[in-house]
């Protein structure tokens, strides 16, 4: 079994940043790729980016390219989303994922992730 706790959501103004951080421990598949989503209430879940679990090829959704960075950090098995120039339209639950990167399924489909955390709130004001 593999447990993910996300961390670091917050109440930002927008404009502002926020780091969420997803702790990965037990039986991590040997090569996986975590991804992050969010959910705002009434619309479905979707993709924010992803990562390899060695730190590479990161891959981010339109809506949050150059203002989103996903990274890793292997030492301590976390996977971070630094968050800036956050917008109200980036409210919503952030949850962390992971699936097997060789499994052949898309990145950015939360069907094709196998392990979820529990999320965490972002509520960005305007």
């Known amino acids: 079994q593999v447990q993910l706790v996300e961390s670091g959501g917050g109440l930002v103004q927008a404009g502002g940043s926020l780091r969420l951080s997803c702790a990965a421990s037990?039986?991590?598949?040997?090569?996986?790729?975590t991804g992050w989503f969010r959910q705002a209430p009434g619309k479905e879940r979707e993709f924010v980016a992803a990562?390899?679990?060695?730190?590479?090829?990161?891959y981010y959704a339109d809506s949050v390219k150059g203002r989103f960075t996903i990274s890793t950090d292997n030492a301590e098995n976390t996977v971070y989303l630094q968050m800036n120039s956050l917008k109200p339209e980036d409210t919503a639950v952030y949850y962390c994922?992971?699936?097997?990167?060789?499994?052949?399924?898309?990145?950015?489909?939360?069907?094709?992730?196998?392990?979820w955390g529990q999320g965490t709130q972002v509520t960005v004001s305007s």
């Open positions: 037990g039986r991590t598949p040997s090569s996986y790729v």
């Open positions: 990562i390899t679990w060695s730190g590479r090829m990161p």
């Open positions: 994922a992971i699936k097997g990167l060789f499994d052949g399924s898309t990145w950015s489909l939360p069907s094709a992730y196998n392990y």
